[in-house]
């Protein structure tokens, strides 16, 4: 009987799976067709499968090399060899409503896989990709937790929204900030206009496609990741100790005529600094959350049958700030992703009728105690440059007032010491008690497929991106100051603010798709589509109240007030504006062989932004492409080459980034409250114009010219991608400038044009020695960035003034025949040593130039030689757009252990050193730097005296512009899979792995970090480079398991 049994139910099949050079493989996945029977190769490439029907095949798959299928027939022992897939060229990437596979592509696109996204092991998926992508440059706005990016493809192309358009499982979304790394499958880039054109008027910034991960069919698979890190300050820069401050301070009052006041009677502790047992307060230090903690845990669970697949995950994300300690900032996020597939109607191979769901939920909570920009008291400038001579607490009980910290009450007596610099403890306990945002994203799509003959799919979807926002904040009174005399650092009543939104965006997309073959080598692939789209569906509500009932945030909510004077009340609410796009767009490409490819793509958009007459916008493109390889007299480069394709394309891409209705008059009712009778008795809201409308604006447009080469040798080790292009963007959409006495907004223009161009080469290098596997990839991109036209006749876009300071005029602007946001002010030429060199500094009509001066001072270049420095002096003072970017990964696993390292960096641009600048004034501490000052004739010709009286060496000036090329150690991650080691584990995987991020970066520049992605203070969307001492980057380290079942 077990014999009969034994036949009917299968039998047992063995065997060995190995590589090229006959090393064993562990780990390959074997499958029997259609069904979810498998197993795992153990250590030595060993498999056993029971009970396998004789008609059966066996799929064996693993991760870089190609899938190999085996019919069992007769046969018990089953020895698999498998065979290094080429690299990139027979893998399927997204392309905007479709697939192709990648060696069909004939523009400019890169893909990057889920998995090395998510070994990167960080919150945000924009983080995991810097250094990965050639022509992509991603800066952080700031590293406080929850803080965005600054994304530019291809340079920066206009003064308005220059963010790339992002697309989430097709479904358009604003960022991508709150999505889990783990949940990825792939991220596409497209680059150029030829492959972005599909998107037509969203594209000209280029586009990044995201898939989600999607089921299977197999048994289920359950997988785990989780880490736990510690966070501290990447950087601490070196400031003055309170010794070297009073002789700083010293110098301070004898510059500005001032007499120098008793420190000793002065100053509490000053005993301690006189005797060198006490060098005053380190506030970086004393605000720092040390070893602060962050983690992540992520589940997926995964499966499907041939009849239905899933895909569902869920994640947890934690991070404290490294900085801000009383009251830390915090970032929790929790998301949640499911999608299925089910398939209605199956005809033999053909899936006949499919529908299916994305959908994916994030609930994001941040709290946000410390602000950013050098001006803001409670900035991170400010906190780290305390005054060294204030101690944290005060040591007299007696004299504390209602706080704990020191000064209070005895905080005037040094007058003149630090005038008007607080505890910054004090005030990041008091003055901002807290601020909290909390945000719900749904975005999704459901969708149908139908096939009724092979190669025709029709395809429909429905999609949403749907937000809730609510964000709160509470101040409470405090007194920083001993009277009422510095408005600054008191307030006197406390105040409660808060506000929400909701809004929604729906998205109809269909889709007709046609695949066929003529005279078996000629490929055809049609597509036809239609999208319609509203965006802009929802209302706000915001407001303002004073005397909390309960004087805490924890209750800081606008009904727990009992204010009604109307001075401190406010109260707004409005519908936000909505706008809606109707879209239509085809694709046809074609293959001879697969040798010659062509594509050519249309897209044809109706913004209601615009006014009619206006609306439509047309985005054409076309590119072509030549496997020279398969050609016949290529046949004796076989040996070391294996594939080669030229490439070449053209496109329009557009943008329609502006606020709905901006060709009318609108009028707004926010803000403008008003006493209706003189005894002020009856308060009423009031109305005013909005913005002065301009029918005439219209589409900005990008057109783009690209050339490139995709190349594989000595077996598909090497692997080449270049691009050569050339993208004008032209009629850019800005404010126009207007005179504050029109009492309006600035409407929007088309203003401008500017020009990029570079090119980018991406090499790869992958091998196998035994069991020994390891990988190089290296990519580089030059890239130059010049405006060409600017629609005024000034030929001048002006930037915002007190960017820097309050002191400041502009201190970047976009100008034809410079780069977009280029740093603007004055040319130094060394320092006045004395009196003399004063008086002989003349311009050519014998006018001494910088009468007002001393002896330290700076010297600035009269550049138009008037005898005055003015602005008529100010000139280029540098470029925050990066000529180079780079980055280095490099890879390598042996029998088990894995390890990675990941580099990236920029060159050939500058930044601003804005806290520096501030850190002048004398009220702060001072960074070391300052120890080589002017303080005598001949000590120094490059720093000036300490001087707080006038703006003379404070104004931008080539002293404050600095290299900011840098390369960074980004990631090191050492892993280990016991499964290698215990072969008896039930898991297929058990990698226990620790991570460094952030461990060290070459530069010259001496502040915290040369990465900079904001204008400063007042900085718009095209603004870069102005280092306001955002929030500090954190050198991170971690350790972490994956488990996979």
Not at 548 to 568: C, Q, V, W
Not at 634 to 662: C, H, V
Not at 929 to 945: A, K, M, V
Request: charged residues 15%; neutral net charge; aromatic residues 12%.
């Amino acid at each position: 009987m077990e014999p009969f049994m034994s036949e009917q139910q299968g039998k047992k099949v063995t065997g060995k799976v190995t590589d090229q050079t006959g090393a064993s493989l562990p780990g390959v996945s074997v499958v029997v067709k259609g069904t979810t029977t498998g197993v795992i190769t153990d250590n030595t490439g060993i498999y056993s499968l029971t009970n396998i029907p004789q008609n059966s095949t066996l799929q064996f798959s693993f991760v870089g090399m190609k899938m190999q299928e085996v019919t069992v027939g007769n046969k018990t022992n089953v020895n698999v060899v498998l065979a290094d897939e080429a690299i990139g060229i027979e893998e399927v990437v997204a392309i905007g409503y479709g697939v192709m596979q990648k060696k069909l592509i004939t523009g400019a696109t890169t893909q990057v896989e889920g998995s090395n996204i998510q070994k990167r092991n960080t919150t945000t998926v924009l983080d995991a990709l810097k250094g990965q992508i050639s022509g992509v440059s991603i800066s952080k706005i700031s590293a406080q937790p929850g803080d965005g990016f600054k994304v530019n493809i291809r340079g920066l192309g206009t003064t308005g929204n220059s963010a790339p358009l992002y697309v989430v499982d097709g479904v358009t979304v604003p960022n991508i900030n709150s999505l889990n790394p783990s949940d990825i499958e792939s991220l596409d880039i497209l680059k150029d206009a030829a492959s972005a054109a599909i998107y037509g008027s969203r594209a000209s910034n280029g586009v990044l496609l995201i898939t989600t991960k999607k089921g299977k069919v197999g048994k289920a698979t359950i997988s785990y990741d989780g880490y736990y890190g510690i966070q501290n300050v990447a950087k601490k820069l070196d400031f003055v100790g309170a010794k070297d401050y009073l002789t700083l301070m010293g110098e301070h009052y004898i510059n500005n005529k001032i007499a120098v006041p008793n420190f000793s009677a002065l100053i509490p502790g000053y005993a301690g600094i006189a005797d060198g047992t006490w060098d005053g307060t380190n506030w970086l230090d004393a605000t720092s959350n040390k070893n602060a903690p962050i983690q992540n845990h992520s589940i997926n669970i995964s499966g499907g049958t041939e009849q239905a697949i899933y895909s569902m995950g869920v994640s947890l994300d934690s991070q404290e700030g490294i900085v801000g300690k009383p009251a830390i900032p915090t970032y929790n996020r929790v998301t949640f992703r499911i999608n299925t597939e089910y398939t209605l109607i199956k005809n033999n191979n053909l899936d006949i009728l499919k529908i299916g769901e994305n959908f994916n939920y994030s609930n994001t909570n941040r709290h946000v105690t410390i602000s950013e920009g050098a001006d803001n008291q409670s900035s991170f400038a400010s906190v780290a440059s305390g005054s060294p001579v204030i101690q944290i607490y005060n040591p007299d009980p007696t004299n504390q007032g209602p706080y704990q910290y020191f000064p209070y009450d005895v905080y005037g007596s040094p007058t003149g010491v630090a005038p008007t610099a607080p505890n910054p403890m004090a005030w990041l306990d008091y003055a901002k008690s807290g601020s909290a945002s909390r945000n719900n994203n749904l975005n999704g799509n459901i969708y149908l497929t139908l096939q009724p003959i092979k190669g025709l799919v029709f395809r429909s979807s429905f999609g949403i991106n749907s937000y809730s926002t609510s964000d709160r904040s509470y101040v409470p009174a405090y007194l920083l100051t001993p009277t009422t005399t510095s408005t600054y650092f008191q307030n006197t009543m406390d105040r409660t603010a808060q506000s929400m939104q909701t809004g929604m965006k729906w998205i109809l997309d269909n889709t007709l798709n046609y695949k066929f073959t003529i005279l078996d080598h000629n490929n055809f692939d049609f597509m036809v589509g239609t999208s319609a789209e509203k965006s802009g569906i929802g209302e706000s509500f915001s407001g303002d109240n004073g005397k909390s009932l309960f004087d805490s945030f924890e209750y800081a909510y606008l009904i727990n007030n009992k204010t009604i004077d109307p001075s401190f009340t406010h109260l707004s609410s409005q519908p936000l504006g909505s706008s809606r796009l109707l879209s239509f767009f085809s694709r046809a490409s074609y293959d001879y062989k697969q040798t010659y490819m062509a594509t050519a793509v249309f897209r044809a958009d109706g913004s209601s932004n615009f006014a009619p007459g206006k609306r439509w916008g047309f985005f054409p493109s076309l590119s072509a492409g030549w496997a020279m390889t398969n050609e016949s007299f290529m046949n004796e480069t076989k040996d070391w080459l294996d594939f080669l394709k030229i490439r070449a394309s053209w496109g329009e891409n557009g943008n329609q980034s502006i606020s709905p209705f901006q060709y009318l008059s609108t009028i707004s009712f926010n803000g403008a409250p008003f006493f209706k009778y003189s005894d002020k008795t009856k308060f009423e809201n009031g109305g005013y114009p909005n913005i002065m409308a301009n029918p005439d604006v219209s589409w900005e447009t990008s057109v783009q010219t690209d050339l490139g080469f995709d190349a594989r040798f000595l077996n598909s080790r090497i692997g080449v991608t270049f691009d050569w292009y050339n993208k004008l963007t032209k009629d850019w959409l800005i404010q126009a400038p207007i005179l504050a006495t029109d009492g309006t907004g600035a409407p929007y223009i088309n203003g401008g044009d500017v020009q990029n161009r570079g090119y980018e080469i991406s090499i790869s290098w992958k091998d196998r020695i035994g069991e020994f596997s390891y990988g190089i990839t290296t990519n580089f991109t030059q890239q130059e960035n010049k405006v060409t036209r600017i629609a005024n006749a000034e030929g001048i876009i002006h930037g915002p003034d007190k960017t820097l300071h309050a002191d400041q005029k502009e201190c970047y602007r976009a100008q034809v025949g410079f780069p977009i946001g280029y740093f603007w002010g004055l040319q130094s030429n060394g320092l006045f040593q004395n009196t003399q060199n004063i008086l002989d500094y003349k311009n050519t009509a014998g006018k001494i130039i910088q009468p007002g001066a001393q002896p330290g001072d700076m010297r600035y270049i009269d550049r138009n030689d008037d005898g005055v420095i003015d602005q008529g002096d100010y000139t280029m003072l540098g470029d925050p757009n990066p000529n180079f970017i780079f980055g280095l990964t490099f890879n390598c696993s042996y029998k088990g252990f894995d390890l990675s390292a990941i580099t990236n960096g920029v060159a050939g641009n500058q930044v601003i050193w804005n806290y520096f600048n501030n850190n002048n004034h004398g009220t702060y501490n001072w960074s070391t730097l300052i120890l080589d000052r002017w303080h005598g004739e001949g000590t120094s010709n490059s720093t000036p005296r300490i001087n707080t009286g006038s703006t003379q060496d404070i104004t931008l000036s080539d002293r404050f512009v600095a290299d900011a090329s840098f390369l960074r150690m980004s990631n090191l991650t050492l892993g280990y899979d016991f499964k290698t080691l215990w072969k008896g584990l039930p898991m297929q995987q058990m990698r226990l792995y620790a991570t460094g991020q952030n461990l060290f970066t070459i530069t010259n520049y001496k502040g915290f970090n040369p990465e900079v992605g904001n204008g400063g203070n007042n900085g718009g969307n095209w603004a870069g480079g102005v280092d306001s001492a955002p929030y500090p980057l954190a050198r991170t380290f971690m350790i972490g398991v994956s488990i996979k079942y």
